[in-house]
């Protein structure tokens, strides 16, 4: 169903009951504890399969300390936006420390992912002669990035390197950008990046991935896709990832050519307006990502939990869309049914919250379950067994609409 926005009171009350009976009205869940495998909730503690903490690290004893260290050096505030004075040594060091980790020449700290999204954009595209190429799936990061810019935008069908490359062919003059989750955040399945690495070169676009979601996960040390994949600077010329998923902290960073992280600091509008990241979360991501690349401990048992899932829900019949990441989503369709599988999970002491349209496109409302590095055997175990529980109860028959 269509919501519209629109002016009166009358006007926004009827968007919100519109929402409540299309099954899409989002109540938010407000944790009393620090993020992690188990979360209190309604003061009772849950099993949280639902975080984007992918290696247990957002409460990890060692990056609080450099965080606390960091706050007594630097205060609270940065103060600015990062061409004023908001820059200080922390970003600094985190810069090139990530330039480093990813092989690349240059990188630049954003405080947070969707502004590094929206930076990119806004300084590579120059006007309406542009044009933009993005997956359907795309995070929604990156599809407002295109719809805040004046150029002319394509969406090619999830993974579908023929249509990108009939897009490519077709368009004439401007720059060409193409856009790509590396990761796809919904579904955990992965882009086909060689293959668009190839597809951009031919026609001389600049490829953009966004490994929010592979960045310290995959990889030997944690730098994501594009090493596990051996993709570098001249195969897929922007990178982008956050610090606020498997890195446990908050910001974001773009790494590539001196020339294009330079462009970034002078034309993107998003760095330039807005207050730099607090220098204490730059000092934490910076001991995280330290951690890891050393702790590959994190990333082989995280693997092994997603194995031991995928073979029980695989032998208990529950409609898994296995994917190689930390994410698995277990696609139920109707968002009713999404969110009664959500409620009947958390009474048996599991936390997933639902995923529902427009996050995900119509009848494909999905349990999007995420391990990390913190979750036990026995964890995965609890939560295939609450799953058979509640899918059998609640999928059969179940009247729903989305
Ligand atoms: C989370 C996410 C972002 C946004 O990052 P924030 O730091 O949370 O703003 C961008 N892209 C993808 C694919 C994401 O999953």
């Not at 300390?65 to 004023?84: C, I, M, P, R, T």
């Not at 690349?104 to 969707?114: I, T």
């Not at 610090?243 to 020339?259: H, I, M, P, Q, T």
């Not at 899932?309 to 369709?333: D, T, Y």
Request: charged fraction near 20%; include cysteine; aromatic fraction near 4%.
């Amino acid at each position: 169903m269509q919501i519209e926005q629109s002016g009166t009171s009358a006007d926004r009350v009827k968007v919100l009951v519109d929402l409540k009976k299309a099954g899409l009205f989002r109540q938010r869940k407000t944790l009393e504890s620090a993020q992690s495998a188990r979360v209190s909730l309604n003061g009772k503690t849950v099993l949280n399969f639902c975080s984007n903490d992918y290696l247990g690290l957002a409460n990890d004893p060692r990056i609080v300390k450099s965080f606390q260290q960091a706050a007594e050096k630097y205060g609270v505030g940065s103060g600015a936006s990062s061409l004023v004075c908001g820059r200080s040594t922390a970003h600094a060091e985190l810069e090139e420390q990530v330039a480093a980790l990813t092989g690349r020449d240059r990188a630049l700290v954003f405080s947070s992912g969707y502004l590094a999204n929206l930076a990119i954009v806004s300084a590579l595209v120059a006007g309406r002669h542009d044009i933009i190429f993005q997956d359907k799936l795309n995070h929604a990061s990156m599809l407002d990035a295109a719809i805040l810019s004046q150029a002319k935008s394509v969406r090619y069908p999830h993974g579908d390197i023929e249509a990108l490359k009939r897009a490519l062919a077709r368009t004439g003059f401007g720059n060409k950008l193409v856009l790509t989750d590396a990761v796809f955040s919904m579904d955990g399945d992965i882009a086909p990046l060689a293959e668009l690495a190839a597809a951009s070169a031919e026609q001389q676009a600049c490829l953009v991935v966004d490994d929010a979601h592979g960045f310290g996960v995959l990889g030997d040390t944690g730098a994501g896709v594009l090493e596990s994949l051996e993709l570098k600077q001249s195969d897929v010329p922007v990178l982008m990832a956050t610090f606020g998923k498997a890195a446990g902290c908050a910001g974001a960073f773009v790494a590539g050519a001196e020339d294009t992280i330079e462009l970034l600091v002078q034309k993107a509008r998003p760095y330039m307006y807005s207050t730099a990241l607090a220098p204490a979360l730059a000092v934490a991501a910076s001991r995280s990502l330290r951690l890891l690349e050393t702790e590959t401990w994190r990333r082989e048992h995280l693997s092994g939990l997603v194995e031991r899932f995928q073979k029980g829900a695989r032998q208990a019949g529950l409609p898994l869309q296995a994917a190689p990441s930390a994410i698995q989503p277990l696609i139920v369709g109707a968002a009713d049914r999404a969110v009664a599988i959500s409620e009947a999970l958390l009474s048996a002491g599991i936390l997933i919250t639902a995923i529902r349209p427009p996050t995900v496109p119509k009848h494909s409302s999905r349990l999007r379950i995420t391990f990390s590095a913190g979750h036990t055997e026995q964890d995965v175990d609890l939560l295939l067994d609450a799953l058979v529980v509640c899918c059998h109860e609640q999928l059969p028959g179940a009247a729903g609409h989305d």
